[in-house]
């Protein structure tokens, strides 16, 4: 099997997938594209006319909201304190709670891009290639880096630019 979506996934009308995709229990808005080796995990959404890059991994608790842009393995992380064996026994699901993660509106997401738990990315915010973002991006702001540092906000014409 190349590709495996359960039965509890929602997909939006027009939805674009390509091969080797595994989705599970989330939610893909209308008219997003999906490249290959993507993992949507339980209780993940993803908004309308999103595009989501190959060998991406979106894992649960991740909202992504409309009209966003997500580059090729870009990984998000929803636990601050990872453990595979709690007293002696491997790790359960009753064991952490899902720390969220949000990428508001419009956004984009470079390549590479690691994005830690308990983090908003703001509207329209561009995060460069390769960063790793450990706090919140305000919204209209070009952050990059380890750990992702603001480079610059951008321009009332870049705004405008951008909502068009």
């Known amino acids: 099997m190349t590709t495996f979506i359960s039965t509890d996934v929602a997909l939006g009308k027009n939805v674009k997938m390509s091969k080797f995709i595994n989705l599970y229990g989330c939610t893909v808005g209308d008219n997003t594209k999906i490249g290959a080796f993507v993992e949507i995990q339980k209780n993940a959404r993803v908004g309308k006319n999103c595009k989501i890059s190959s060998h991406t991994f979106i894992c649960e608790g991740v909202v992504i909201e409309d009209e966003v842009f997500i580059g090729h393995g870009v990984t998000f992380i929803n636990d601050t304190y990872p453990r595979a064996a709690v007293l002696g026994r491997l790790q ?73």
């Open 92 to 164: 359960t699901e009753e064991d952490w709670v899902v720390e969220p993660t949000t990428v508001r509106k419009g956004a984009s997401i470079g390549s590479g891009a690691t994005i830690l738990a308990n983090v908003t990315i703001g509207e329209n915010a561009i995060v460069g290639a390769g960063s790793v973002v450990a706090k919140d991006v305000a919204p209209y702001t070009i952050v990059a880096g380890n750990p992702a540092r603001v480079l610059r906000r951008t321009t009332d014409a870049e705004k405008r630019d951008i909502a068009v």
